[in-house]
T-cell receptor, first 108, second 113 residues
């Protein structure tokens, strides 16, 4: 069956460092992959979408890579800030499957 | 404000009761879906719809019904509530191609006692 896994349940980093989150999938060849941010008590908010023919996509301090050979996506937040603390979710395309999320804490 | 509106925000049901969770969007999105989110399990797809009159099952459809009579509305019905359906429920919508991701509602926290 299709599986999507985010390797770390929680990640703690120091302010100013780069946070790197991992998303792996099996038994699937998605046309695209998405990343979301979720704050406690709220719905997920869309951040970035990367297609299978794209290696990398950037948006401000965010960067996503997509390696279809490794079946992996990496999500980077550069120059991290305490306001970046949240849970980050990856999702495959339709019918969509979400990873369980990685809870990122950025310490001042 | 444009977006996805879910009602109610909180609900407590007794085992065996039925209820409908409401979801409405004003972005003219063709695609709508329902998820449940449980601790440690992420979001799991219950049902989805690619347009008015068309629905399909997701990963965990048992105990839930949906219908899509209009583009705007996608209600989720719990037929006979069970404690295992205690969860946070999210509705989401997107354009047909999904190019801009999904827009989520703020969720309904449901407790079945």
């Amino acid at each position: 069956s299709q599986k999507i896994e985010q390797n770390s349940e929680a990640l703690n980093i120091q302010e100013g460092k780069t946070a790197t989150l991992t998303c792996n999938y099996t038994n699937y060849s998605p046309a695209y992959l998405q990343w979301y941010r979720q704050d406690p008590g709220r719905g997920p908010v869309f951040l970035l979408l990367i297609r299978e023919n794209e290696k990398e996509k950037r948006k401000e301090r965010l960067k996503v890579t997509f390696d279809t050979t490794l079946k992996q996506s990496l999500f980077h937040i550069t120059a991290s800030q305490p306001a970046d603390s949240a849970t980050y979710l990856c999702a495959l395309d339709r019918p969509e499957r979400f990873g369980a999320g990685t809870r990122l804490t950025v310490k001042p | 404000n444009a977006g996805v509106t879910q009602t109610p925000k909180f609900q407590v049901l007794k085992t065996g009761q039925s209820m409908t969770l409401q979801c409405a969007q004003d972005m003219n999105h063709e695609y709508m879906s329902w998820y449940r989110q449980d601790p440690g399990m992420g979001l799991r797809l219950i049902h989805y719809s690619v347009g008015a009159g068309i629905t399909d099952q997701g990963e965990v459809p048992n105990g839930y019904n949906v219908s899509r009579s209009t583009t705007e509305d996608f209600p989720l019905r719990l037929l006979s509530a069970a404690p295992s359906q205690t969860s946070v429920y999210f509705c989401a919508s997107s354009d047909q191609g999904g190019r801009y991701g999904y827009t989520f509602g703020s969720g309904t926290r449901l407790t079945v006692v």
